[in-house]
């Protein structure tokens, strides 16, 4: 049994709550003659916190609750799984304790739930040690959620740490949840209106498609994702313009949105909206702080949009090899990549490196520099500006930070994998850097105990075997692996 820090009899909240909590009614009750709210959003917060990202993930849903003050249109409700050396804190849900519970949050308070027969393990008189890095932990929050809490409308929030590749590391278990492993095992019926992430390099073409009704799991209708590596948003401030008109917190202000009318479109608009100007006013409070945020971004995506994105990269690349003899078309895209002629290297989210692995290109900003590249063929030149064109369309809206010039809201803040394949890649010893790419894959792959490959993205279009390039994926291919009898480095034949 997980260590329960407190050293308390473990009781049902109800009698929790009235020994550690200041004593509150779930909903304030409405003033004489208020118009009834019904509930218009379900807020489901997952918090894979078996790490260190803890602390952070308190003080995140302590904001959250905060701003929403128990306005009766937003229910609130959270995983969490605790990890003993991460945190003491014992006032967010009235104790303290390790291991994975279920909450009701409140403005004060927090109900602790039972998980009935969608989630049987989180019981109100016993511990469990759940592994928040199984997919199927967040496939039974989603249906415990859903059939618990209906609403018209329900949004996922998922707190952790992410690669770009997989997601919501566990210390106890030794693994994290691959990107499509995630979607495979959660499965169509438990999709959900919108899908913000509170996570690392997560806003990728490849993750959009992947989670949108596209590739057949998992879908939301409008993604939220920070593309780069950094700090939380200020959420507090986001959900502060979140409330019914009739709720008190409304009150004096002319710019809530109203979550009976609120779309899955508006909620994304509002985080960059609100996101951006939090970056912002913490920047201007610190010179250091200006420094440390200077590259950040934060971006939404329609997903019934990504499709069109998807087949018209996919026709870019188809062009690129047709033109490609002797390497012509290749050499120009890495150019364009790389940079040089006093051309900075194209706007990335992974550092600025393109040769261990995980790099992470604008796509919008490698389509504006291949557009009018007359080093590129007539053909390829055409579907860059058709696939700029789809970006502009799937990107709701975007910010980012000073420190990627040539920024353009609504159109950058989404990534493409494009590494420098050949480059020799330092973590290997010199060893080839698409060695460290073979995550990205329509087969499986295994990496840190998670499945990180099978993406649609690179299986969608492809034909194996067949000598010719289809898709994005199988151009890389082309370019970087070893063509033997085998696949090469992933399996793969082109």
């Known amino acids: 049994m997980p260590l329960h820090r407190s050293h308390a009899l473990v009781l049902p909240f109800s009698l929790l709550a009235a020994t550690a909590i200041a004593q509150q009614p779930a909903t304030p009750p409405a003033a004489p003659n208020a118009p009834a709210v019904a509930r218009a959003w379900t807020l489901l917060i997952y918090g894979a916190t078996d790490n260190d990202a803890e ?61 009935g027969d969608e989630f049987p393990a989180c019981a109100l008189d016993a511990e469990f040690e759940p592994d928040s890095a199984d997919p199927e932990t967040l496939r039974q929050f989603l249906a415990f959620g859903q059939a618990r809490f209906p609403a018209p409308r329900t949004a996922l929030l998922i707190y952790g740490h992410a690669s770009g590749v997989s997601l919501c590391p566990d210390e106890q ?40 009704a596209f590739a057949d799991g998992f879908a939301t209708e409008v993604l939220t994702a920070i593309p780069n590596a950094g700090p939380p948003l200020d959420w507090r401030r986001i959900f502060e313009r979140v409330h019914s008109p009739s709720h008190a917190a409304s009150a004096g202000r002319a710019d809530t949105l109203d979550p009976a009318t609120m779309s899955a479109i508006d909620f994304g608009r509002l985080v960059v ?81 393109f040769d261990d692995g995980f790099a992470f290109v604008d ?13 590129l063929g007539v053909a390829a030149r055409a579907a860059a500006r058709a696939a700029l064109a789809a970006v502009d369309d799937c990107v709701v809206d975007s ?65 194996e075997g ?10 890389l291919d082309r370019w970087y692996d070893v063509a033997d009898a085998n696949g090469g480095l992933n399996g793969w034949r082109v």
């Open 173 to 212: 278990s030794r693994r994290s949840i691959g990107i499509p492993e995630l979607a495979q095992a959660v499965g169509n019926g438990h999709s959900v209106d919108w899908v913000a992430l509170e996570l690392c390099n997560m806003g990728g073409a490849e993750i959009a498609y992947q989670w949108s």
């Open 273 to 353: 909206e609100e996101g951006g100007k939090g970056r912002l006013a913490r920047a201007a409070r610190s010179p250091q702080a200006a420094e440390r945020l200077a590259h950040e971004a934060v971006a939404s995506y329609q997903l019934d949009r990504i499709g069109a994105v998807k087949r018209a990269v996919d026709a870019f690349a188809v062009a690129l090899a047709a033109d490609d003899a002797d390497g012509k078309s290749r050499r120009a895209l890495e150019a364009l990549r790389d940079g040089g002629d006093g051309q900075p290297s194209v706007m990335n989210y992974s550092a600025g490196r």
């Open 363 to 375: 796509l919008a900003a490698l389509l504006e520099r291949a557009a009018p590249c007359e080093s």
């Open 55 to 115: 602390g952070d993930f308190l003080r995140f849903l302590n904001d959250l609750r905060a701003a929403i003050a128990d306005d009766p249109a937003l229910e609130l409700v959270t995983f969490v799984d605790r990890h003993a050396a991460h945190s003491n804190d014992a006032a967010t849900f009235g104790e303290d304790f390790t291991g994975g519970r279920l909450y009701r949050m409140h403005a004060t308070s927090a109900e602790r739930l039972a998980g």
């Open 466 to 475: 067949d000598g010719a390039v289809q898709n994005w994926f199988e151009l």
């Open 399 to 463: 910010f980012g930070m000073p420190g990627y010039a040539g920024f353009t809201a609504g159109r950058h803040g989404m990534f493409l994998h494009f590494p420098d394949g050949d480059a020799p890649a330092p973590r290997l010893g010199g060893g080839r850097s698409w060695s460290r790419s073979c995550w990205y894959s329509p087969r499986p792959a295994k990496d840190h105990e998670a499945n990180v490959g099978e993406w649609a993205w690179c299986r969608d279009g492809a034909i």
